[in-house]
C-alpha cells in the first residue's frame, strides 16, 4: 500500500527560527510533490510544488527533494506566529495523473 | 487563477433530508474534481473522484447510493448527501485539477469546504 509518512507533531518553535518538516514517502516512482498548509478549520492552501530532486524556493518557504531516500521535506525561514497550522504533504504516486495521497499532516506552532 | 469556489459554506440539515454541496471551478477547467471528508483533527479522507461526463470512482468503504457526486461540465461538481444522519456531519471539501493555468496539471485546488451539521 502506498503511504506518505509525517510526523504528527505538534512542532513547537520561536518566532524567527527555522522550522524543518519532514515527509517520508514509500512509491520510489512517485513524481509529484506538493506541500499544503491547513489553518484550523479551514480548507488546504497550496504552498508550492516540487519535481526534480534539489531544493526549490519561494520566499520563506524552501522544498528540498531527495527521490533516492524517498524524502521531502519543507523549511520555513523566520518563522511567524501566522505560520501556526497544519502542514500536509501530498505525494503523486504515479500510478495516476490526477490522483495524490495525503500524509497525516504535521501541527506547527510558532511561540511568540 | 485557480480558484475553487463550494456553496453552501455552511448548511444545517434534519436527520433523514438530502444535501446537496456545489463545487465550482471559476477560472480554469477542472477535469477532475475530488471530494474529501475531514472530522474534527483528523487527516483528510478522500470519498472519491470524479472525470467530466463519468461516473464517479468511490474509495474503499464509502457508500455511492448515500454520497451522489454528479461532474456534468468542466466547471461544476457536486455532492450530495442524501438521507443524512448525525454521523454524516463533517467538513466537506472539494479539490480540482484541470487544464487553463500555467504549470503542471497534477495539482489540486482546494475550495473552501462545506461545514455539515445533521441534528
Known amino acids: 500500500q502506498k503511504e506518505v509518512e509525517q510526523n504528527s507533531g505538534p512542532l513547537s518553535v520561536p518566532e524567527g527560527a527555522i522550522a524543518s518538516l519532514n515527509c517520508t514517502y514509500s512509491?520510489?516512482?512517485?513524481?509529484?510533490f506538493f506541500w499544503y498548509r491547513q489553518y484550523s478549520g479551514k480548507s488546504p492552501e497550496l504552498i508550492m510544488s516540487?519535481?526534480?530532486?534539489g531544493d526549490k524556493e519561494d520566499g520563506r518557504f524552501t522544498a528540498q527533494l531527495n527521490k533516492a531516500s524517498q524524502y521531502v521535506s519543507l523549511l520555513i525561514r523566520d518563522s511567524q506566529p501566522s505560520d501556526s497550522a497544519t502542514y500536509l504533504c501530498?505525494?503523486?504516486?504515479?500510478?495516476?495523473?490526477?490522483?495524490?495521497?495525503f500524509g497525516p499532516g504535521t501541527s506547527l506552532s510558532v511561540i511568540p | 487563477g485557480a480558484v475553487v469556489s463550494q456553496h453552501p459554506s455552511w448548511v444545517i440539515c434534519k436527520s433523514g433530508t438530502s444535501v446537496k454541496i456545489e463545487c465550482r471551478s471559476l477560472?480554469?477547467?477542472?477535469?477532475?474534481m475530488f471530494w474529501y471528508r475531514q472530522f474534527p483533527k483528523q487527516s483528510l479522507m478522500l470519498m472519491a473522484t470524479?472525470?467530466?461526463?463519468?461516473?464517479?470512482?468511490?474509495e474503499q468503504g464509502v457508500e455511492k447510493d448515500k454520497f451522489l457526486i454528479n461532474h456534468a461540465s468542466l466547471t461544476l461538481s457536486t455532492l450530495t448527501v442524501t438521507s443524512a444522519h448525525p454521523e454524516d456531519s463533517s467538513f466537506y471539501i472539494c479539490?480540482?485539477?484541470?487544464?487553463?493555468?500555467?504549470?503542471?496539471?497534477?495539482?489540486?485546488?482546494f475550495g473552501p469546504g462545506t461545514r455539515l451539521t445533521v441534528l
Open positions: 516540487i519535481y526534480s530532486n
Open positions: 512509491d520510489r516512482v512517485s513524481q509529484s
Open positions: 479539490s480540482a485539477i484541470g487544464f487553463g493555468l500555467a504549470g503542471a496539471t497534477d495539482t489540486q485546488y
Open positions: 477560472d480554469f477547467q477542472a477535469t477532475t
Open positions: 470524479s472525470n467530466e461526463g463519468s461516473k464517479a470512482t468511490y
Open positions: 501530498a505525494v503523486n504516486p504515479g500510478t495516476s495523473y490526477d490522483k495524490v495521497i
